[in-house]
């Protein structure tokens, strides 16, 4: 069945081209996630921390960005985000086996820490929330050099409760700086359900503390996030300031490599959330909205698959760094040392 491109944007919103963008992108970071988890497991890369049902909402906000001219403050899930921005599989594999050939720090951060200096992604650190300082602190500078540059900054649920989010909205909302904090909710900060950790059933309620726009948004819909991400973008890129934006994702698996959420989620509560996986919900309304064939689907995913692959073996057969250079760019060198 085809369907006409302006039937299915009366439907959705959205042209027909830009939901199978969506979809292939949301496909493309499920895959490289995968893959992840299976080189953890083999013992060959030490950590992974996963974005497994948040990928919805990742792609629709990093959709709406300018690669190396907008900015993103990101936080460990992000990994949509950053494979959208331009980050290839084969840099984000190259960073998780702590390869020298890994472009963002030759092999010396910790995995899904993700930086890149020509695509204006800033270095994620792991105390949560210290990058939604960054992020207003880039916005500023964005305003007094005159671009027309927006700054995305993103959390998850948790870090709302840190001290660092309060001051970075705060100063984002006084200087109306061109920011979008995106709060990535999936509930659990670790092993600590949301009712444990705010007394609000939404971040964004928040908002109205600071005086500027809260936005909660199904993070499973990735048409209707596509929508008000872009709205939200649109809002700071015409200097009318910040927006903060929560996004009700699903955390697909543990907190990270290290942990067994088994331990504190039942059987049936996994079950239920991973009967709203996004992808997999995503694929059937394009499917039904004539937009992507199940054949389409299918070979789409062999595509994507083949690359992860080619990937994986041009990572795996990549050098480690040599041990001389294990103090580079730590202690000073020569004369600057002294």
């Not at 039937?7 to 199978?20: K, N």
């Not at 020298?100 to 030759?106: C, E, K, L, N, V």
């Not at 993700?114 to 650190?125: D, K, P, W, Y």
């Amino acid at each position: 069945m085809v369907v006409a491109n302006k039937d299915v944007r009366a439907a959705t919103g959205v042209d027909a081209g830009t939901l199978r963008t969506i979809y292939r992108h949301m496909l493309r970071s499920r895959l490289l996630d995968e893959r992840m988890w299976i080189l953890n497991r083999q013992g060959l890369a030490p950590f992974w921390i996963s974005g497994m049902g948040h990928e919805a909402v990742q792609v629709a906000m990093a959709l709406h960005l300018r690669p190396g001219v907008d900015w993103l403050a990101p936080y460990y899930r992000d990994l949509s985000m950053t494979l959208v921005l331009g980050i290839t599989p084969r840099e984000q594999l190259l960073a998780a086996l702590a390869r020298a050939d890994d472009p963002a720090t030759g092999g010396r951060q910790m995995p899904a820490h993700f930086s890149s200096r020509r695509l204006n992604i800033v270095s994620t650190g792991s105390a949560v929330a210290t990058q939604l300082l960054h992020a207003a602190g880039v916005a500023l500078a964005s305003r007094m050099r005159g671009e027309d540059a927006v700054t995305v900054a993103c959390v998850g649920e948790g870090a709302t409760s840190e001290g660092d989010f309060h001051e970075a909205v705060n100063f984002a909302a006084i200087h109306r700086l061109p920011v979008v904090f995106l709060v990535e909710n999936n509930g659990y900060a670790i092993s600590v359900p949301i009712e444990k950790q705010m007394p609000t059933p939404d971040v964004a309620d928040r908002a109205r503390g600071y005086g500027i726009p809260g936005v909660v948004v199904d993070g499973c819909d990735p048409v209707l996030c596509y929508l008000r991400c872009g709205e939200a973008v649109a809002r700071a890129r015409r200097g009318r300031g910040p927006t903060i934006i929560e996004a009700k994702v699903l955390r697909l698996t543990s907190h990270s490599s290290d942990d067994d959420q088994r331990r504190y989620r039942t059987t049936e509560a996994l079950e239920a959330e991973r009967q709203r996986d996004c992808l997999i919900a995503f694929g059937h309304r394009l499917a039904g909205l004539g937009v992507l064939t199940p054949s389409a689907a299918e070979a789409m995913r062999v595509e994507l698959l083949a690359e992860v692959d080619q990937a994986t073996r041009e990572a795996e057969a990549a050098p480690e760094p040599r041990p001389e250079t294990a103090l580079l760019h730590v202690v000073g060198e020569g004369a600057e040392a002294g």
